[in-house]
């Protein structure tokens, strides 16, 4: 039925308060937080793809704050890439994927782990 499918809760981190308060929340539950870019056709694509899942979704746009992007390269460890998916716990990288290896499949069952 339609309107009765999942999805996801899009939530635009702009500043670095917004980053620091998904990592800390990430000490309760698991945060999913996504590096997009606008002008990217893989990152549309994953981006719609990524609405099929049942949760928040944290997103940092790479042109609009490359600031906050290389923040999350130094805080996780991962390089930069775009798209690129994480998925945290108690402010770790539990899951990490890039471009077409980011599936809602094999990211959901990281938001839905007990800790």
Not at 47 to 75: C, F, G, M, P, W
Not at 101 to 114: C, E, F, Q, S, T
């Amino acid at each position: 039925m339609v309107g009765d499918e999942p999805m996801a809760n899009f939530i635009q981190i702009t500043t670095s308060d917004e980053l620091a308060a998904a990592f800390e929340l990430s000490n309760t539950v698991p945060v999913a937080l996504l590096k997009h870019s606008d002008s990217c056709g893989i990152s549309a694509h994953v981006k719609y793809t990524l609405e099929a899942l049942d949760a928040d979704i944290h997103v940092v746009t790479v042109q609009l704050h490359r600031d906050l992007s290389d923040a999350i390269a130094n805080r996780t460890g991962h390089r930069h890439q775009s798209p690129q998916m994480f998925v945290l716990r108690d402010e770790k990288v539990i899951h990490h994927s890039t471009h077409y290896g980011i599936d809602p499949d094999k990211v959901a069952p990281y938001l839905n782990a007990p800790k």
